[in-house]
């Protein structure tokens, strides 16, 4: 089991908080992707998951018994490994905020290679400044409105 995880593209290890948020949010990450570090407040593994505008962390926990160690999220359902608790929640939510979608070292990799299969997170700052005004939005409204009325009459 260990070393499936340490081969894993969703497993990062050491990696802080805050890294773990960076890498997450950059430019093009789809909403859904995540990864699984070393926690850093608690001993165990915490669960990161980016969705549009932010990173919601999540505890792991660990119980070992004489059946042997297993991990949960919350009061959820034990796992006997960290790869079933994330096939799990690549499926089902199971009371995340979304489910896993990619694992964050594959997603970066497709969107390094331009390859990556969604439409591409534009940068925030660039985002901010494309927005379409309300007034723009209004007029889109309108046209549409009007076409439809149009096809309407038509019938």
């Not at 962390?57 to 059946?67: A, L, P």
């Not at 490994?81 to 896993?100: E, F, M, P, T």
């Amino acid at each position: 089991m260990v070393f499936f995880i340490f081969l894993s593209l969703w497993f990062l290890g050491n990696l802080t908080r805050s890294q773990a948020e960076e890498r997450l949010l950059a430019p093009g990450m789809p909403p859904g992707s995540f990864l699984v570090r070393k926690s850093q407040s608690r001993a165990g593994f915490a669960l990161s998951v980016g969705t549009e505008d932010r990173v919601i962390h999540y505890h792991i926990g660990t119980v070992w018994s004489e059946k042997g160690t297993s991990f949960y999220i919350g009061s959820g359902l034990r796992f006997p490994s960290l790869a079933k608790l994330v096939q799990y929640h690549r499926n089902k939510a199971g009371g995340l905020c979304c489910i896993l979608t990619y694992a964050c070292g594959g997603a970066e990799q497709l969107v390094a290679s331009g390859t990556f299969p969604q439409a591409k997170r534009m940068d925030r700052a660039k985002d901010a400044q494309t927005k379409p005004s309300e007034a723009k939005l209004s007029s889109i409204l309108r046209a549409s409105q009007k076409q439809a009325e149009g096809k309407r009459q038509k019938s």
